[in-house]
Each structure stands twice: as C-alpha cells, then as structure tokens.
C-alpha cells in the first residue's frame, strides 16, 4: 500500500508548476466541452434536424456520464494509480471527440457526448486529486485559484470558439480541437507527473454498482423530466427508484471495508456545506449558460460568432477574479466569497430577466453579465478549498470525486430546472416567445443561487488540524 504525501519543496517547485499547468489545461478542456455547444445549438438544431429533446441531450448526455462516473474515477485513481487514470480519461475524452466530429446525425452526436462526458470523469476528479496532494494546505488556495482561472477561461473561451468555429468552419470543429489538445496532454503527463495512489488497495465492487446504478437514475430523471412529464412512470420510476438506491449506498458505505465516499467527513460542516454550495452553485451558472447565448440568437438575433463575442465580458472576469479570490481565501477565509459570489449572479440573473427585451439593445444586459461572472468566479476556488482543506491527504481522491460528482449532479438539476421554467412561459415560435420563456428561466437561476449563498453561509472557518 502507498498512500501519497506531498513533494518536499526541494524537489517539488517545478513538478508542482508541471502539475498546475497540465491539471489546469486539462480542466479547461474540459469545462469547454460543456460550454463550447451553446452558441453552437441553433446550428446543430438545423443542420441535424435536431429536435429541442435533443438539443438538452447534447448538453445533457456529456453531463449524465460525468456525473455517474465520477465516484468510480476517483475510486479506480485510488486502486490503480491517480496518473495513470487521469491519462486514460484524456485519451478517452480525445477519441470521443472524434465520434462528435464526424457525426452524421443527432443520435450519433449525443452518443460521442456521452463518451466524452465518461472521459471528462475520468480527468476532472483526478486533476483536483493531483493537484491537492502536490500542493501543502497553505499553498492550496492559490494553487486553486490559478486552477479555477484557467476553467474560468473556458467560459468565454467556449461560446466564442463555438460562434467563431460554426461562422468560419463548421460546427464539427469545435470537437476537433480537442484531439491535438489531448494528444500533447498525453505526451507529458506520464513524465511530468509524479504516480500516486490513495489508501485502499481493494475497489468496493457493490459500492461501484450502487452509485452507478443510483446516480444513472436520478440524472436519467432529471434530464428526461422536462420532455416525458414528472409524473410519468419513465421518470419517476427511475428518479425514485435512483435515491432509494442512493440511499442504500449511503448506508453500505458505512459498513464497508474500502468505501468509494468518506461519509465521515459530512461531519464536517466545511465539507457538507461546500458539497451542496457547488450543487447549486453549478446548477445556476450551467442552467444560465444553456439559455443566455440562445437569448442572443433568438432574441436579439445574433450570429453564432457575435453571440460568442457578447458572452465575452461575462467569461473574462473568471479568468482573472479567481486567483485574486484563491489568495484571499487563504487569509479571510472560504464564506465571504462563496455568499458574496452567488449573492451577486443572482442579482444579476434577476436583472437581466427585467430587462430582456427581444426589441431591446445589447447593453442592456452588459453589466449584469459582468457582475454575474464576477460572481462565479468569486465562488469556485473558494468552495473548492473548502471542500479539499477539510479532507485528510489520504482522502483528498475521493473528496475531490465526491465534489465533482456534486458538480455534476448540480449541472443537470439545474439545466433540467431552468428548461422547465423556459417551457412554462416559452417557445422558439418567435422572439417574443422565447423572451418569454428566457425570463422566466433566469428567475429560476437566480432561485438556485440564493439556495447556494444560504448553503455557504454554514461553511466554518478553517479547522486548527487543517490549518
């Protein structure tokens, strides 16, 4: 059995820059794959013959498969080695980007999404893993922080490549990209990387099958709810059914030699609460993401490439803010900046629903986009060292899986969420129509923002033995 500890800082300062950097580039792609379809939607929508069920499986279906495979990564980074799993989910995030790229028909589409989204879970969970255990407790914000900014520079990276690609290309090639980017990550992660393992030698088997099972359920229910009724036995069988089988992996990790989930650490009010935050936190920023770029096609009647050039100022300040917010979290602590965060994208959800306006100007909404982006990135590197400060080094694999599973669970609630409010009050049969709809789904953002601000105002301080 080896258990990781973190490089002596003789040796560590380069290898800790080498595991930033690809860790970071890493997740960026990976961020950008949940981002990089929206200004693409309309295109594909027509191109494919898309229908709007499958327009929310294109973004969903990369969700469904990350989120149920995130536990199972963390645990196999575990038992077989973080580098090593990591290196696998690159390579299976770069094929699946080739079954995207030469998609003939939506179906086909969606199914190279699901492989992405199981690639995607196999390196997102084990860049937070790396990442933590190569950095010491009081370099972790930072580290973080820098971490953050480079996925945050995939939130306008991704609807302006995806604009700029479908206006000068085609829509494909935002899924071709990926190849080269994976392929360099492949080369240098093996040497650049030092191999670690968490504590258990042993993968728990019926945990594995719990969580998938139970976590397909839920996420099959939330990303299916909106198209077949909530209350159709093919949703609510498989909604119910996944959190009765959720609830039995709960109670079998308890009894379990090499549980897949540190459920010891809930005790911990800093894990718990940073656990439900990214919940919330995820469900409003993605549900927001889905419709905000199709506002400024439908409504506005913006290009792909304009509607990814308008985007801009909401994405940039997530490349800088976070690094400012990783190092001040470390000397204030993790709550002002996760409750100022979502205080401040969901004013700003509330104030882009009052002044949407098919009729109306662009600059309307152009500052509540900035302090809607100001606000996300205020939140992400803190609740992320909230959650990875509170975990024991051994445990810092499956806390970092159990993050991202929320993440990802968040994701697609809050898609689901945002498409039922659209749905209540809107159509694509006009502009007027869509507006319509828009409004309503941003109030419904902004709902799950302030569930997220309540959730951080119960994230404590640092404790003494995690200092």
Known sequence: MRVETPPTPAAGTARQRWVLALTAVASMMVVLDTLVVATALPVIRADLGASVTELEWTVNAYGLTFAVLLMTAAAAGD??????????????FGTASLVCALAPDAPTLIA???????GAAFVMPLALALLGAAFPPELRPKALGVFASASGVAVPLGPLLGGAV???????????????????????????????????????LPGLVLAGLGSSGVVWGLVQGNAAGWTSPVIAGPLLGGLVVLGVFAAWQRHARHPMLPLHRFRSRRFAAGNVVIFFHWASALGAVYFMAQFLQEGLGFGP?????????????????????????????????IVAGLGLHGLAMLWIAVVADPGGTYWAIVAPLVLSG????????????????????????????????????GGAFGVAIVVLGFSL?????????????FTTALVAAAVLAAAGALAGCLVSRREPKEQ
């Open 79 to 92: 038992r077989w080695g973080r580098r090593r799993v990591f290196a696998a989910g690159l390579a299976l």
């Open 425 to 437: 009050s809107g159509s694509y049969a006009s502009p007027e129509a869509f507006t319509g709809g």
């Open 374 to 409: 100001t606000g996300i990135a205020l939140c992400l590197p803190a609740v992320q060292s909230a959650v990875l400060s509170s975990a024991e080094p051994r445990l810092i694999g499956k806390a970092s899986g159990a993050f991202s599973a929320m993440r990802q669970f």
């Open 305 to 337: 490439l304009a509607a990814g050039l308008a985007l801009a100022p909401w994405g940039l300040t997530t490349a800088v803010v976070p690094q400012v917010a990783g190092r001040l979290a470390g000397r204030f602590g993790e709550r002002p900046f």
């Open 112 to 118: 190279g999404r699901a492989l992405q989204g199981a």
């Open 166 to 204: 479908v206006e000068g290309v085609s829509w494909p090639w935002i899924f071709w990209i990926n190849v080269p980017v994976a392929a360099v990550l492949l080369l240098l992660v093996p040497s650049r990387i030092d191999e670690g393992r968490g504590p258990d030698a042993a993968l728990d």
